[in-house]
């Protein structure tokens, strides 16, 4: 069964810094672009950054700078750097994967269970 699972949050001070990770595992052929998104309390989820499978990345502005994607392709593995963390990044985070299944060779999104990140003193 194919599972994207988080990990990594948790509680931080106000300018800290927190690495969150998301290993896909099942019946994967191949994962094509992957994606972390935040959904704060009551808000809807939004897209943070986004890296394809050759490494190339894209971020939103409200995380340019401070947020870094990476992905380590023989681990089936995302990563989102987070610094300068802010009050305001309390949510929680999401990852999203395309993902190619190994039998049917048929593409769709994924995503993981979210892990809570909280920032405050």
């Known amino acids: 069964q194919l599972q994207l699972v988080e990990s990594g949050g948790g509680l931080v001070q106000p300018g800290g810094s927190l690495r969150l990770s998301c290993a896909a595992s099942?019946?994967?052929?191949?994962?094509?672009?992957m994606a972390w998104y935040c959904q704060p309390p009551g808000k809807q989820r939004e897209l943070l950054a986004t890296?394809?499978?050759?490494?190339?990345?894209n971020y939103a502005d409200s995380v340019k700078g401070r947020f870094t994607i990476s992905r380590d392709n023989a681990k089936n593995t995302v990563y989102l750097q987070m610094n300068s963390l802010t009050p305001e990044d309390t949510a929680d985070y999401y990852c999203?994967?395309?993902?190619?299944?190994?039998?049917?060779?048929?593409?769709?999104?994924?995503w993981g269970q979210g892990t809570q990140v909280t920032v405050s003193l």
């Open positions: 999203n994967a395309d993902i190619t299944l190994k039998v049917t060779r048929h593409s769709s999104g994924y």
């Open positions: 099942g019946p994967i052929f191949d994962i094509n672009a």
């Open positions: 890296i394809t499978s050759g490494g190339g990345t």
